[in-house]
């Protein structure tokens, strides 16, 4: 598994995401999350279920009268329970809605990141001045030159025209400063 994935895996179960969503998300098997959830160290806390100890009293006993109120007698009761639910879901959907930007953000950034690391390497690759190559001697364009079947002397200057020939035939090499 590749460490982007291992650590938005674990990231995930550090903020207690549940093992489905992290399924649909990153995509991961339950094997891998639960590997990951054991070689991170977080195997304990991401399987352990909240205590109603843990719990606040005071949400328990909110529910509680929700649950109750949706099957009250009393119209009121009932309107208002279906409300508060109401206003809960959406509550839940702005709460999952504010975690897919800040994901979204995180992408961003990372992305951000690795284009500015791309631009950079373009640049340089725009103002190197190529892959240095070895000059090949005088002498070897001379003796190439000679085979060739042009005129050239002996010592000297190369003439421009054997120069740029021989450019033609090696691409891959610099032509002896002498003759540039």
């Known amino acids: 598994m590749n460490p982007d994935r291992r650590s938005k895996i674990a990231a995930h179960l550090k903020a207690g995401t549940p093992h489905a969503q992290i399924q649909q998300e990153v995509p991961a098997s339950a094997g891998e999350i639960a590997a990951v959830a054991d070689t991170e160290g977080i195997a304990k806390a991401a399987a352990r279920p ?20 949706a099957s009250s007698h009393s119209t009121k009761a009932r309107r208002l329970a279906e409300r508060t639910r109401r206003g809960l879901l ?54 190439w030159a000679k085979e060739k079947g042009m005129d050239v002397g002996d010592g000297g200057v190369l003439p421009k025209r054997v ?14 400063r002498q003759a540039v």
């Open 50 to 69: 909240t205590s109603p100890a843990e719990i606040d009293p005071t949400l328990v006993r909110a529910l509680s009268a929700l649950n109750d109120a």
């Open 90 to 143: 959406e509550l839940l959907q702005l709460q999952e809605t504010e975690k897919q930007i800040a994901r979204a953000q995180q992408e961003v950034t990372a992305l951000k990141r690795k284009l500015s690391a791309a631009e950079a390497k373009l640049r340089r690759a725009k103002t190197s001045t190529g892959p240095t190559t070895a000059a090949a001697p005088s002498a070897v364009i001379r003796s």
């Open 163 to 176: 120069v740029q020939a021989w450019h033609q035939a090696h691409p891959d090499t610099t032509a002896p």
